[in-house]
């Protein structure tokens, strides 16, 4: 199937986020800690969003976590994805949430309070993305 060819920009440059998408190509996940507070966090936003201080910085994640609800997509929003995949809100040991999706597993086997820990994989346009995997799964390999 052809469709619109989608140009790969380099995330690395992005303000916010570059520094996280240039961990993940790395196949490192991290996620911002404030300084003051130390408040891990995600989205990466100007400032924490428990007490306001600009002075956070990446710090890396262990990867490790557990699902804390999910749902499974048959009508993916562009041929790109296969469906069905699950889509899941991972709750990082860290105390930060990483909206994401569940591989390694049929999307039956899915389960709120699932432990997983992170696994990298090809999106749609090439880039890799951080996605989680059965704990077990991942003892396996």
């Known amino acids: 199937m052809d469709g619109p060819t989608v140009e790969r920009e380099d995330r690395s440059l992005r303000p916010l986020t570059g520094e996280f998408w240039a961990a993940v190509d790395r196949g490192e996940l991290v996620r911002p800690v404030c300084g ?9 936003q100007f400032s924490c969003p428990q007490c306001q201080s600009a002075n956070w910085s990446y710090q890396p994640s ?16 562009t041929p790109a994805f296969e469906a069905p995949y699950v889509l899941a809100d991972v ?3 860290e105390g930060w949430h990483l909206l994401t999706w569940i591989v390694g597993c049929e999307p039956s086997e899915v389960a709120i309070d699932m432990a997983v820990s992170v696994r990298f994989v090809a999106g ?3 880039h890799r ?13």
Do not use: I, K, N
């Open 124 to 126: 749609p346009d090439g």
């Open 62 to 77: 262990s990867g490790r976590g557990r699902v804390y609800s999910c749902t499974t997509v048959h009508r993916p929003p």
């Open 91 to 93: 709750d990082v040991e």
């Open 129 to 141: 993305l951080p996605a989680f995997a059965p704990e077990e799964q991942e003892a396996a390999r």
């Open 36 to 44: 003051d507070c130390g408040r891990s966090f995600f989205v990466p």
